[in-house]
């Protein structure tokens, strides 16, 4: 819980950091400034309250909360049925939701009017694609990781690291009752609803000219609801655990590095879903993680190993990498 809110504090640090490039530069989202002269380079300090500030747009606000409190609930997640069946659901839950909000309009056009009615679509085609990503999905939980390289101890302090014994001490998920399986499971498929759902509000507002066309304009709203939302569930967290969270300094410069990474991804995303479309967009950037999680097991952690474990490893990338040329090409234009 202590990861998750220092990471989406440096999505939220990073998401300023672009708010401050496109107030000096507005060009970025193809503004030309006629208020200010050439001769001005010093936009932030005026604090100009012009046409061509950003603003701060709540329906994107809201995407990061559902975004946010997906995240959370990956915690519990874990916990009740372990990190492989975890992923595997709310990471096809994601891309299903996703790719289903663009291809039928079930949120950003309510009318039915989706990509898969576009005479430019190839159906079948986007259709098999889809099913090839989920499908690559659930080879990646059929890899046996082997066991994590033992550190060696610290003959300073003669004791092993808090984190070390934490990393050491990790079992596989144990056997848990019916109900509790049930209800990470359920969990799991809801967070992956939220994640999903995350550019439909700020899409609804953009598909219906409520408000800015550039997607740039929407990241900092968008990452503000995600802090925030953390935040919230993170004072919740502090107060079932009455006042004393537990918390490992070890985990801040990581947690740090990784909301920025990830910040750096999803204003990416953003431009994605107007070049591509959502349809396209979703199955293609949520079949990426699986790929690079999997390079870091075999490169640098040593987890996968072993003739089997390599050859479903080649299988699930392949089978990712036709389902994503499928849906790209499905789409007139899209590849």
């Known amino acids: 819980m202590y990861y998750q809110w220092v990471m989406c504090s440096a999505i939220w640090m990073t ?6 490039l496109i107030f000096a530069f507005p060009m970025m989202v193809g503004k030309e400034d006629t208020t200010y002269g050439t001769d001005d380079l010093n936009p932030i300090t005026t604090g100009r309250p012009d046409a061509y500030s950003v603003k701060f747009i709540p329906m994107a606000a809201l995407g990061g909360a559902l ?9 519990p997640v874990i916990n009740l049925i372990g990190l492989s069946m975890g992923l595997l659901i709310w990471g096809a839950a994601n891309m299903l939701t996703g790719w289903a909000s663009g291809a039928f309009g079930l949120v950003a056009n309510p009318f039915g009017h989706g990509d898969l009615d576009d005479p430019g679509t190839n159906a079948p085609m986007m259709i098999t694609g889809v099913v090839l990503a989920v499908v690559s999905l659930g080879m990646y939980t059929q890899i046996k990781a082997g066991d994590p390289v033992r550190p060696a ?4 302090e003669g004791e092993i690291h808090v984190m070390d014994e934490v990393l050491l001490d990790h079992q596989p998920t144990k056997a ?10 359920t969990m799991a498929v809801l967070a992956g609803i939220l994640f999903g759902n995350t550019f439909s509000p700020p899409n609804w507002v953009k598909n219906y000219n409520h408000g800015p066309s550039g997607d740039l304009d929407y990241v900092f709203s968008h990452f503000t609801g995600i802090f925030a939302t953390s935040t919230i569930w993170f004072i919740v967290y502090c107060i079932i655990m009455r006042g004393s969270p537990m918390i490992n300094h070890r985990l801040t410069l990581p947690a740090m590095l990784s909301g920025a990474m990830w910040a750096v991804a999803q204003t990416m995303w953003f431009l994605a879903n ?10 293609l950037i949520t079949s990426g993680p699986g790929i690079v999680s999997a390079m870091w097991g075999v490169f640098v952690f040593g987890e996968i190993t072993g003739t089997r474990n390599y050859i479903v490893l080649c299988l699930a990338i392949v089978t990712a990498v036709v389902g994503c040329v499928l849906i790209g090409a499905s789409k007139g234009g899209g590849c």
Not at 274 to 283: C, D, E, G, I, K
């Open 153 to 156: 101890v610290n003959s300073s």
């Open 274 to 283: 107007t070049a591509l479309s959502v349809s396209v967009s979703f199955p």
């Open 67 to 75: 975004w946010a409190t997906g995240n959370t609930m990956s915690v």
């Open 15 to 20: 998401g300023l950091f672009i708010q401050l």
């Open 176 to 185: 848990k009752s019916g109900a509790s399986r049930i209800a990470g499971i």
